[in-house]
């Protein structure tokens, strides 16, 4: 069964950093592109950053760019998130999402997803 696995949310202060993790359970993790969305109280899940399956291409969305970096270790089959310098508007549940084909924007692209992490920004 593909089933990633989030940890690494919290509650910090804005300007603070964080590491998101998606720990994959399945074999060949290394054949899917995966992403992170992001939902915030009463809004839609919204694409934050995607990587190729190889972590050769990444593409990010406009407002986390220079903020946030996304990464891959195939050899751990996890996938991180490096967000640094915080804003109280990142607050969301962060979602890791695996691709059976492309990489990309769409959340219809991802196949499976996780059940999510936390994070809380304050002011």
């Known amino acids: 069964q593909v089933q990633p696995v989030e940890s690494g949310g919290g509650a910090v202060q804005a300007g603070d950093s964080l590491t998101l993790s998606c720990l994959a359970s399945w074999r060949s993790f290394d054949m899917y592109p995966m992403a992170w969305f992001r939902q915030a109280p009463g809004k839609e899940r919204d694409f934050v950053a995607a990587?190729?399956?190889?972590?050769?291409?990444?593409t990010y969305k406009d407002s986390v760019k220079g903020r946030f970096t996304i990464s891959r270790d195939n050899s751990k089959n996890t996938m991180y998130l490096q967000m640094n310098s915080l804003k109280p508007e990142d607050t969301a549940v962060y979602y890791c999402?695996?691709?059976?084909?492309?990489?990309?924007?769409?959340?219809?692209?991802?196949?499976?997803w996780g059940q999510g992490t936390p994070v809380t920004v304050s002011s």
């Open positions: 990587i190729s399956y190889n972590g050769a291409r990444t």
């Open positions: 999402g695996a691709a059976i084909a492309s990489m990309g924007w769409h959340i219809d692209q991802y196949d499976y």
